[in-house]
C-alpha cells in the first residue's frame, strides 16, 4: 500500500474552514484515499473517501488534485468538538489488508 | 447495531502472564483487523483475517497470535505479556458489499504490562 505524508499539526479558528493537506505521491491507479479521525483515544472514524472525483457528505469536503498524487481534507465550518487526530491513509476498494497509517494530523480548533 | 464490540476495554497484567483480547463485529464483514496504538503515535497492524478461516501477520506481529474463530469473531492472544506491550488495542473490520474499503473500529482496549 502507499504511504502518505501528512503534517504533524495544524490549528484553526472555531467556525472557520479547516483544510488539511495529505500527499500521496506514490498513489497506485487502483487505491482510493481515505480519511479517518480519532478522538481523544477512541477508535478511528471513518469520514470520507475517493478516487479521482472530489467528494462531499454531511462531514467533509474531499478534494483530490487532478494527478491524485495528494488530497486535502475540507471542515467547511470546523466546531471545538473537531479537535482530533486527523489520517489520511490509501488503500484498494478491495483487498488492501495491510493499510498504513502513519501519525497523522493532530488538528487543534480554537475559540 | 453495535458495530465493533472490544472485550475487556480495560487490562493490567503482571510480565509473563498471558490474555486474550475479544473482538466481534455484526455487520457481516468478511475482514478482520488488529492494530495496537502506542502513546502520540498512530495505529500500527498486528494481524489481519481477509476472510473467514484465514490470518496473516501486519507490521508487528511478534508476541501475538490470532484466531478467527468464524465469521463474527476475531481474537488476539498475548501468550507472554512484556511491558513493551503496554498500548491500546483496536480491532477493526471491514468488507460490506458497496463499501470493501471503509473501516469500522471498536472503542480499544487498554492494556497495561507491569
Known amino acids: 500500500d502507499a504511504k502518505t505524508t501528512q503534517p504533524p499539526s495544524m490549528d484553526c479558528a472555531e467556525g472557520r474552514a479547516a483544510n488539511l493537506p495529505c500527499n500521496h505521491s506514490t498513489i497506485s491507479g487502483n487505491e482510493y484515499v481515505y480519511w479517518y479521525r480519532q478522538i481523544h483515544s477512541q477508535g478511528p472514524q471513518y469520514i470520507i473517501h475517493?478516487?479521482?472525483n472530489n467528494e462531499t457528505n454531511e462531514m467533509a469536503s474531499l478534494i483530490i488534485t487532478e494527478d491524485r498524487k495528494s488530497s486535502t481534507l475540507i471542515l467547511p465550518h470546523a466546531t471545538l468538538r473537531d479537535t482530533a487526530v486527523y489520517y489520511c491513509?490509501?488503500?484498494?476498494?478491495?483487498?488492501?489488508?495491510?493499510?498504513?497509517f502513519g501519525a497523522g494530523t493532530r488538528l487543534f480548533v480554537k475559540a | 447495531n453495535a458495530g465493533v464490540t472490544q472485550t475487556p476495554k480495560f487490562q493490567v497484567l503482571k510480565t509473563g502472564q498471558s490474555m486474550t483480547l475479544q473482538c466481534a463485529q455484526d455487520m457481516n464483514h468478511n475482514s478482520m483487523y488488529w492494530y495496537r496504538q502506542d502513546p502520540g503515535m498512530g495505529l500500527r497492524l498486528i494481524y489481519y483475517s481477509a476472510s473467514e478461516g484465514t490470518t496473516d501477520k501486519g507490521e508487528v506481529p511478534n508476541g501475538y497470535n490470532v484466531s478467527r474463530l468464524n465469521k463474527r469473531e476475531f481474537s488476539l492472544r498475548l501468550e507472554s505479556a512484556a511491558p513493551s506491550q503496554t498500548s491500546v488495542y483496536f480491532c477493526?473490520?471491514?468488507?460490506?458489499?458497496?463499501?470493501?474499503?471503509?473501516?469500522?473500529f471498536g472503542e480499544g482496549s487498554r492494556l497495561t504490562v507491569l
Open positions: 477493526a473490520s471491514s468488507g460490506l458489499a458497496g463499501k470493501s474499503g471503509e473501516l469500522f
Open positions: 475517493g478516487l479521482k
Open positions: 491513509i490509501v488503500r484498494p476498494y478491495t483487498g488492501g489488508f495491510k493499510t498504513i
